[in-house]
């Protein structure tokens, strides 16, 4: 496994690189490359396989109640891609997977994954964080979903931000986005005009302030009186 890095992969990071090399010892996997544009898996597709993305990027998208599509997730390498479903009993993909850029993904068959466990407790152990961990961040997103109004979406959205900003910096009162309005109405599932409008209305009732990616809340409380 010499050739294949995994640094920095968080079902395999508290592995060392001849842990990692015992652990594929005599396992089956195979190493596919997709191209900006590809599809990597199809929502609703059997997962069949610990897909691990070893270089490049991906998005999730999928098809909101309106017919718009929603980005779910983007994740860069080194990542594994719904391996929480692996092991349900509908094993399925939830999302459209879609490369984003060149990428490279190592496919572990379900059965070879359950002799790595066997191997090595460790990476079970990690498995098993990562994915409570995924779990966490699917509630965030179904509680986004579940708000139905572009205003409560994007004060979801700000207080998540600011909440996790105050951790690192107490008594803040502001963050940087991770996306920008395009990227933002697409993981909301709304057009970008009716998002801007949004963003225009909170502005002018002194709610926030928005200058390029960086939020400024001014108004903490009318944020949480918009998520109903």
């Known amino acids: 496994m010499k050739e294949i890095d995994f640094s920095g992969c968080p079902i395999m990071s508290s592995l060392s690189g001849e842990r990692i090399k015992n652990l594929f010892e005599k396992i089956e996997f195979k190493i596919n490359t997709y191209k900006k544009g590809d599809i990597v898996a199809r929502q609703g597709s059997p997962c069949k ?20 599509v929603m980005t779910i997730e983007n994740i860069a390498a080194v990542r594994p891609l ?3 479903f692996l092991f349900a009993e509908n094993n399925i993909f939830p999302v459209d997977v879609i490369a984003t850029d060149f990428c490279r ?5 379900r059965d070879e994954v359950l002799k790595m466990f066997q191997k090595d407790a460790g990476f079970l152990e990690s498995y098993i964080k990562y994915n409570s961990n995924k779990t966490q961040f699917l509630s965030t997103r179904l509680q986004t979903l579940n708000i139905k109004t572009i205003k409560g979406k994007l004060a979801f ?12 910096n107490p ?15 697409k993981y909301f599932g709304v057009s970008r005009p009716a998002l801007a409008r949004c963003i225009s209305e909170m502005e002018g009732e002194n709610i926030i302030l928005i200058e ?10 009318a944020l949480q009186n918009l998520l109903g």
């Open 49 to 68: 396989y610990l897909n691990i993305l070893l270089a490049g990027s991906v998005k999730t998208e999928m098809v909101a109640e309106n017919g718009s």
């Open 82 to 84: 719904a391996s929480a």
């Open 105 to 109: 993904i190592i496919s572990i068959p």
């Open 157 to 168: 959205y700000i207080l998540e931000g600011l909440n996790k900003n105050l951790v690192l």
């Open 171 to 185: 008594g803040t009162n502001k963050f940087r986005m991770d996306r920008n309005q395009t990227e933002l109405a």
């Open 212 to 221: 390029h990616k960086e939020v400024k809340v001014i108004n903490r409380a």
